[in-house]
C-alpha cells in the first residue's frame, strides 16, 4: 500500500553543519508532499510543500525537492542552528481523507 | 489570532474516567481531524470529518467519540480512561477545495492517565 518512509532518528549535528533528512513514498499516484516540523511542546507546523514532480519547496533555509524518479523529498539544510532542534515529518497527501505522515526524525543541534 | 485551538492543554486524569477535549477552528476550512501522538512521537490518524459528516474512522476503541456540532468544532469524548490512552492529542484542519490539502494543527491536548 501508499506510504511515507523517513530516516529514523535522532539525528544531531553541531551547529552550522549541513542537514538531509530522506523521505521517500511508495505510491500508485501523484501525492502532494510535505515536510512539517514540530517544536518541543508544540503541534506540527508546515515547513515546506511541493505539490508535482521537479516543484522544489523552500522556507527559513530549508528545501526540499520532489523527485519522480526516485520517489524521493528529501530535506536539506546548509547550516542548522540550535533553534532547529526539533521533529521533522514527512507527509504525502492524495486528498483530503487519504494521505500518509511519516514516522518522524528528530534533530538535536548542539552549539 | 489561534488558528487551531484546543482544550484543555494538559489532562490529567484516573483510569475509568470520561473526559472530553474540545477543537475549533477559526480557518474556515471543512474538514478536521484528531490524531493521537505516542511517546517516540508517531503520529496516528484516529478520526476525519468532512463537514460534519464522519469520513475517516480508523480503528480506535469505540470508547473514543468524535462529536462535530459545527464545522468549526471537533470534540473528542473518551469513556473509561485506560492507562494507554496516555499520549498527546492533535486536532488539525484543511480545506478541500486547495489542491495542496494542506492540514494545520492545534498545539495539542497532553492526556496523562494515572
Known amino acids: 500500500g501508499d506510504s511515507v518512509t523517513q530516516m529514523e532518528g535522532p539525528v544531531t549535528l553541531s551547529e552550522e553543519a549541513f542537514l538531509t533528512i530522506n523521505c521517500t513514498y511508495t505510491?500508485?499516484?501523484?501525492?502532494?508532499l510535505f515536510w512539517y516540523v514540530q517544536y518541543p511542546g508544540e503541534g506540527l507546523q508546515l515547513l515546506l510543500k511541493?505539490?508535482?514532480?521537479?516543484d522544489k519547496g523552500s522556507n527559513k533555509g530549508f528545501e526540499a525537492t520532489y523527485r519522480k524518479e526516485t520517489t524521493s523529498f528529501h530535506l536539506e539544510k546548509g547550516s542548522v542552528q540550535v533553534s532547529d532542534s526539533a521533529v521533522y515529518f514527512c507527509a504525502g497527501v492524495y486528498n483530503f481523507n487519504k494521505f500518509y505522515f511519516g514516522s518522524g526524525t528528530k534533530l538535536n543541534v548542539k552549539p | 489570532d489561534t488558528a487551531v485551538s484546543q482544550t484543555p492543554k494538559y489532562l490529567v486524569t484516573q483510569m475509568g474516567n470520561d473526559k472530553s477535549i474540545k477543537c475549533e477552528q477559526n480557518l474556515g476550512h471543512d474538514t478536521m481531524y484528531w490524531y493521537k501522538q505516542d511517546s517516540k512521537k508517531f503520529l496516528k490518524i484516529m478520526f476525519s470529518y468532512n463537514n460534519k459528516e464522519l469520513i475517516i474512522n480508523e480503528t480506535v476503541p469505540n470508547r473514543f467519540s468524535p462529536k462535530s456540532p459545527d464545522k468549526a468544532h471537533l470534540n473528542l469524548h473518551i469513556n473509561s480512561l485506560e492507562l494507554g490512552d496516555s499520549a498527546v492529542y492533535f486536532c488539525a484542519s484543511s480545506q478541500v477545495e486547495t489542491t495542496t490539502y494542506e492540514q494545520y494543527f492545534g498545539p495539542g491536548t497532553r492526556l496523562t492517565v494515572t
Open positions: 511541493a505539490t508535482k514532480a521537479d
Open positions: 505510491a500508485t499516484g501523484y501525492p502532494s
